[in-house]
């Protein structure tokens, strides 16, 4: 390994590394191209694009948000089929973006990173693939997500079932399921989704639901013939449509603060439509969860209550005490002969960027420095890991709009630390340790506020209770925040100034340098 590099990235000069090619991977790749940065290549782990809307292929996925504000403000699409679309198509117009804007070049399939590791005196990260190659670059940015590792339960005696067995995010499309017993462990929107679309076709469906969930009509619709017209051919009408939309999840918002009337109104709207959906007062009392709206993902379905008052489905909420050769048997002493097992029990959230172990410039890991749960400026940097940046980081998660929205301010925010970085001629940003805690301190005390803190076991907050994926605030508070950094809050290390972190002297009250050459860093960066 190269300890004191001069250039970086397969063709030397400035390089970005960019971890994944999912929806952050493929919108920090397309900015850097329209911002006229070249040199960077996106690093993924398996041999396609899509990252989540890849992997996810269970019959029914599909989005919870509005297509037309489920895609990028940059690249809209005027035909989308319908109003919440199905994996399929998200995923065709994901790979339409990456073909239109010639990011496939770029990309690195097959190639999954497994160690990052920062050397300041260089200002690069040294980072190593599963394949073994080992590449430098000036700035690290992850693309993981949050929703990536599936989640496989820890119940007793799992491995012994002998029927056919999968999670919902790698779903065996090669078996059969027609008129088979299937057990469905998880009731969350990945179950959802697929319950109604598969047990019309089985004998049973056993659903072992394990808390409720809130669930609210998805009204979905497909567009007219008349509405794609306008859309087509009316610009304007298609931002209004999008914009439209973007305000109706965002008047949402109030509703997520504990004990708001809007958040009662919600709950109260949510109970009523619930028990006029299911029939039974047996079945609504299980499906009715007794938390507050939002404290776990709300659900959206048209179908899914309608489904499990089928004959051939249960719901089953006597918790599971194991899993036998041939069916899982419950605290309530039944035993549920089956032949498939679905495990639709969610994904490792909380554990952001585990399959990459980072290591910052003073050796520290970052599994390590988020040992009491990860957390990040504005979700973008932590502290002692320059020129390493996250979208889709700790608490950027959003229970009431669309992620996508949160990512676009995201890459502007790091197109603008790269811009930084060469204009102030810099060998590395790091943001401050006392900026990230207070940010955080502040964070985490206005989470209080918010319903996800109340009394439910959720992926939004690790075991301990602490809520490490969700954003606390509006969008709008967000798109505000991360419209400029603020270069107060980072050290900034300029390409030929000692590092003095260690007593923390702010280098721009330092006497500027001259400019040393640097040809590392010689491209033009124009953010739009
Ligand atoms: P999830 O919402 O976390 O649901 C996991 C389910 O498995 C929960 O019902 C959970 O019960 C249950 N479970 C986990 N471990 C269990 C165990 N040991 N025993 C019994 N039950 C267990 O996961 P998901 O349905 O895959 O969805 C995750 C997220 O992915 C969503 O919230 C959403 O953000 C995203 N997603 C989005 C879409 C979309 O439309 N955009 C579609 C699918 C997924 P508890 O509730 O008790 O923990």
Redesign the pocket.
């Known amino acids: 390994m190269a300890s004191r590099a001069t250039h970086a990235g397969p063709a030397g000069g400035f390089h970005i590394a960019i971890v994944g090619a999912g929806i952050s991977g493929i919108c920090m790749g397309i900015q850097l191209k329209r911002a006229g940065i070249h040199n960077f290549t996106i690093y993924e782990r398996e041999h396609a694009v899509g990252g989540?809307w890849r992997d996810?292929t269970y019959p029914g996925?599909?989005?919870?948000?509005p297509a037309f504000f489920?895609s990028f403000s940059f690249e809209q699409k005027s035909d989308w089929s319908r109003k919440?679309s199905l994996q399929p198509e998200i995923l065709e117009y994901l790979h339409q973006c990456v073909d239109k804007y010639g990011l496939m070049p770029h990309i690195s399939f097959g190639n999954a990173i497994t160690h990052a590791r920062f050397i300041p005196e260089d200002g690069l990260w040294v980072l190593t693939s599963a394949r073994g190659d080992e590449v430098l670059a000036n700035v690290l940015v992850s693309g993981c997500g949050q929703?990536n590792r599936p989640?496989y339960?820890?119940?007793d005696g799992l491995e012994a079932f002998e029927g056919t067995c999968f999670h919902?995010?790698r779903w065996n499309h090669d078996h059969d399921l027609r008129g088979e017993r299937v057990a469905v462990?998880?009731?969350?929107?990945?179950?959802?989704?697929f319950v109604p679309e598969i047990s019309p076709q089985l004998e049973r469906l056993t659903l072992?639901?394990?808390?409720p969930?809130w669930v609210i009509p998805r009204q979905d619709r497909d567009y007219t013939s008349t509405q794609h017209w306008w859309l087509r051919w009316f610009p304007l009408a298609r931002r209004l449509h999008r914009c439209f939309i973007y305000l109706w999840l965002e008047s949402r918002w109030p509703a997520f603060s504990l004990g708001t009337r809007s958040a009662n109104r919600f709950k109260q709207t949510a109970t009523d439509d619930m028990c006029e959906r299911v029939a039974d007062v047996e079945l609504t009392r299980r499906l009715i969860p007794d938390y507050p709206i939002g404290c776990?993902?709300i659900?959206?379905s048209d179908d899914y209550l309608e489904a499990v008052q089928a004959d051939n489905v249960e719901v089953v909420t006597s918790?599971?005490e194991r899993v036998t050769a041939t069916g899982v048997e419950t605290a309530d002493g039944r035993s549920h002969r089956v032949d498939t097992l679905v495990?639709?029990?969610?994904?490792e959230?909380t554990r952001f960027l585990a399959p990459v172990e980072v290591v910052g410039k003073d050796g520290r890991r970052l599994d390590q420095t988020w040992v009491d749960g990860a957390e990040a400026y504005l979700g973008v940097t932590v502290a002692g890991f320059p020129n390493f940046f996250m979208c889709y980081g700790p608490n950027t998660?959003l229970g009431h709009n669309s992620i996508i929205f949160m990512i676009e301010c995201q890459v502007r925010y790091i197109l603008r630390c790269i811009e930084a970085l060469r204009k102030r001629r810099l060998r590395y940003l790091d943001v401050r340790e006392d900026a990230v805690a207070a940010y955080n301190g502040v964070l985490q005390r206005d989470m209080k506020k918010r319903v996800w803190e109340a009394d439910?076991?959720?992926?939004y907050k690790t075991d301990a209770g602490k809520v490490t994926n969700n954003w606390g605030y509006s969008t709008v508070y967000y798109w505000w925040k991360t419209m400029k950094p603020d270069f107060s809050k980072f050290l900034q290390v300029g390409l030929d100034e000692v590092d003095v972190t260690a007593c923390r002297v702010d280098l721009r009250s330092l006497p500027a340098k001259p400019p040393r050459r640097a040809s590392s860093l010689a491209m033009e960066v124009s953010v739009p």
């Open positions: 989540t996810n996925c599909g989005c919870d948000v489920y919440f929703l989640r339960p820890d119940i919902s995010a462990i998880g009731s969350g929107a990945s179950a959802i989704q072992f639901q394990r808390t969930n776990k993902r659900l959206i918790p599971i495990l639709a029990t969610g994904f959230s998660n439910c076991n959720s992926w």
